[in-house]
């Protein structure tokens, strides 16, 4: 069974204050790895997929990575509009339709 | 483009009530997909579609029905309402398997 672990559970930051998010996951054979970001009262909003171990994706002020067990969200100089919950998923490359296994999340907090 | 839209945007319903959720996108996409989301579960695949005619079940799918006569619309119908449904419910669709999806707004239902 596929499964995803995003850690921490929150994170709280000061403006200017870089750190990492985590996903590791599990799954039989891994077709994507996707980023999403979910603001409250929103639907999630597609941020990146990563294919393959080694590769890294960047948009703004964050860094997607990826190894064969787990991925990072990197967030250099956060700023207060960065706060929102950050999904992780895995889509197998078995397995009918779309889906995509989710993880919790962490709920990102920048403070001024 | 207006993306993937849903309606309603919010619903309460009594037990036993039915009643449909609607979930349309104009980007001419295959897939097409319905999740719920419950606090502390993270995002769970109810059924989804990979071309208008075809659909199949995901993770939890009983006590939702669906059908998709079109390309753009893919409806979701609860046939019995029951309070373990009360959540947030998200329709999301892609071009195709391994790429990203699109969320909607997400309806938030609540069933007494």
């Known amino acids: 069974e596929d499964q995803v672990t995003q850690s921490p559970e929150a994170l709280r930051l000061q403006e200017g204050e870089s750190s990492s998010l985590n996903c590791s996951y599990t799954?039989?054979?891994?077709?994507?790895l996707f980023w999403y970001r979910q603001d409250p009262g929103k639907g999630p909003e597609f941020l990146f997929t990563l294919y393959s171990a080694g590769e890294e994706k960047e948009k703004e002020r964050l860094k997607a990575t990826l190894t064969k067990k787990e991925s990072f969200l990197h967030i250099t100089a956060p700023k207060p509009e960065d706060s929102a919950t950050y999904l992780c998923?895995?889509?197998?490359?078995?397995?009918?339709?779309?889906?995509?296994?989710f993880g919790t999340g962490t709920q990102l907090k920048v403070e001024l | 483009n207006a993306g993937v839209t849903q309606t309603p945007k919010f619903q309460v319903l009594k037990t036993g009530q039915s009643m449909t959720l609607q979930c349309a996108q104009d980007m001419n996409h295959e897939y097409m997909s319905w999740y719920r989301q419950d606090p502390g579960m993270g995002l769970r695949l109810i059924h989804y579609?990979?071309?208008?005619?075809?659909?199949d079940q995901g993770e939890v799918p009983n006590g939702y029905n669906v059908s998709r006569s079109t390309t753009e619309d893919f409806p979701l119908r609860l046939l019995s309402a029951a309070p373990s449904q009360t959540s947030v419910y998200f329709c999301?669709?892609?071009?195709?398997?391994?790429?990203?999806?699109?969320f909607g707004p997400g309806t938030r239902l609540t069933v007494t």
């Open positions: 799954v039989s054979g891994l077709r994507g």
């Open positions: 579609s990979v071309g208008a005619g075809i659909t």
């Open positions: 998923a895995v889509q197998a490359i078995t397995g009918g339709g779309n889906k995509l296994t």
């Open positions: 999301a669709s892609g071009q195709r398997r391994g790429y990203e999806q699109y």
